[in-house]
């Protein structure tokens, strides 16, 4: 868990400006993506009751590249001079919002649809699985948010928020990962998404791992 908490990427946050266009912040533009993509497939599949499934797994699949960035930005930004970094360094503390904000719309293409829809033979309806899920889900989400804020640490202290990220971002890397593993590994039709998303979380904590070595060791070096 310590690994995968990076509380050094959680510094300030700054907004985009594109051209003419209002200023806005890398979570809102997140956001905003994912709910123009989850619509569009909704959409481009009638909304019927398979377009809205698939809309909700394209929710939930952006978030996880998300995710992704958000773990790997920091350690890839302290040890290499990649033009990107200079521009996502201001926005640190916005990548994890975004992620936050980003599962937020898949939470909500999981609500919405299974409430308002009728129910049939095929559709139970928002079931109380779903909801024991999304309100979890939730209530971790906004959890990690809050943590993630200047105000939570300035007031509740950095090592109680530093855990409670710690501990969201191990549940959602476990949930990522193990996904991708059980249907690697079971009869499911193929989809190449569960083997890019075990993948990429073993490279995320990898990185992790060799950032927090670096960091010990320059201290060490540094010590002696």
Known sequence: MVALDDSAVLDTSHQLRIGKLPPFTLSAFTASLAGVATVAVMAANG???NGLR????????????VFFGALVAG??????????CRALGPQSRQLMW????????YLASVIVPNTLGP??????????????????CGVLTATMAYAATAHAGNSLGERPMRAIRGVGITYFWLTYALT??????????????????????IVALLVCFADR???????????V
């Open 47 to 49: 909304f019927s009751e």
């Open 54 to 65: 698939l809309g909700s797994q394209t929710a939930w699949r952006f978030a996880f590249f």
């Open 75 to 84: 350690p890839l930004c302290r040890v290499t001079p990649f033009g990107l």
């Open 98 to 105: 975004s992620f936050c904000a980003a599962l937020g719309v």
């Open 119 to 136: 129910q049939s033979l095929h559709h139970e309806g928002l079931t109380a699985g779903m909801m024991l899920f999304v309100a979890f």
């Open 180 to 201: 991708g593993l059980s249907h690697i590994s079971g009869p499911h039709r193929p989809d190449m998404f569960y083997g890019i998303s075990l993948g990429l979380m």
């Open 213 to 223: 070595f670096l960091i010990k060791w320059k201290g060490q070096t540094s010590s």
